[in-house]
């Protein structure tokens, strides 16, 4: 069964989330109710090339061909081609079903792939907005360089189920602090540090200060010339933040946590 079908059968327990690591910071998130919620989904080869001199070849194979991703609530963090992959987004078939929610150049993206116009939500930091049992809150990115000034990151809460907060792609500031408001259960965050996006240390020093239950490590595995131990994350969080358990996903595997 292909996996699009497995996550679509998967019966999630009341008060939990399911989680499905696709690589890089992409995920789907499924509720009880059975809302799917993706982010930063990148399901194609595109970046391949986009650097010269750098491979950005994909190791993680396409768990889910765009084609056949059906999702309820697509998200993206920013425009970045390995989170708004504007070829995953021209692949999709199910287009017209679901909403397409970021900030303005990943809505620039969703519109050149012809996503309607009525389907596009524009989002930024503070932002709350609602979409059937998932609420989702714009969070503060700070950009890692000046190709595009608008990242950000989400705090989605899962009907009664757990809060995620996803970092996105983002330098270190003092600001990330302030998701601590929030009381995310989960934070999953970058920790390569490759291209100023926050370093296994220093996303262990936003884990201790937002103090979630669990942490879990992205944006490590996709490219050979952008990948780091998530191992050393694991080191830095027991030091900086050891009341902070740590979970390293299996690419394409269920894991469900509920409150
Ligand atoms: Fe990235």
Redesign the pocket.
């Known amino acids: 069964m292909s996996l699009m079908k497995q996550i679509r059968e998967f019966a999630v327990p009341r008060k939990s989330v399911a989680l499905w690591w696709l690589g ?2 992409g995920y789907i998130f499924k509720t009880s109710e059975g809302t799917l919620t993706s982010v ?1 989904l990148y399901l194609t080869d595109s970046c391949n090339g986009l650097a010269p001199g750098m491979d950005l070849t994909r190791k993680v194979p396409v768990l889910i061909e765009p084609d056949e991703l059906d999702v309820d609530l697509y998200t993206c963090t ?1 425009n ?1 081609q ?2 708004t992959d504007p070829l995953t987004i021209r692949g999709l078939r199910n287009k017209d079903t679901m909403c397409f929610l970021g900030p303005h150049p990943s809505c620039d993206v969703f519109r050149a792939e012809n996503v309607e116009t009525g389907r596009i939500v524009a989002a930024w930091p503070q932002k709350e907005m609602e979409f059937r049992d998932v609420t989702i809150r714009g969070t503060f990115a700070l950009p ?1 360089d000046d190709s595009d000034l608008n990242h950000m990151g989400f705090v989605y809460q899962f009907g009664s189920g757990p809060k995620i907060y996803v970092t ?2 983002t330098d270190y500031s003092d600001l990330l602090f302030s998701v601590e408001k929030q009381k995310p259960d989960i934070v999953i965050t ?1 920790i ?1 540090g490759g ?1 100023n ?1 926050l370093s296994h240390w220093e996303a262990a020093e936003v884990c201790g200060k937002i103090k979630p239950k669990l942490a879990i490590p992205c ?1 490590y595995d996709m490219f050979p010339d ?1 990948s780091v131990d998530p191992k050393q994350f694991r080191a830095t969080l027991g030091l900086r933040a050891p009341d902070v358990a740590y979970n390293e996903l299996e690419h394409g595997k269920p894991y469900v946590f509920g409150v």
Request: hydrophobic letters at 10%; a negative charge.
């Open positions: 890089q910071s930063d920013h970045h390995d989170h890692t996105g792609d970058v390569n291209f996006n944006h952008n």
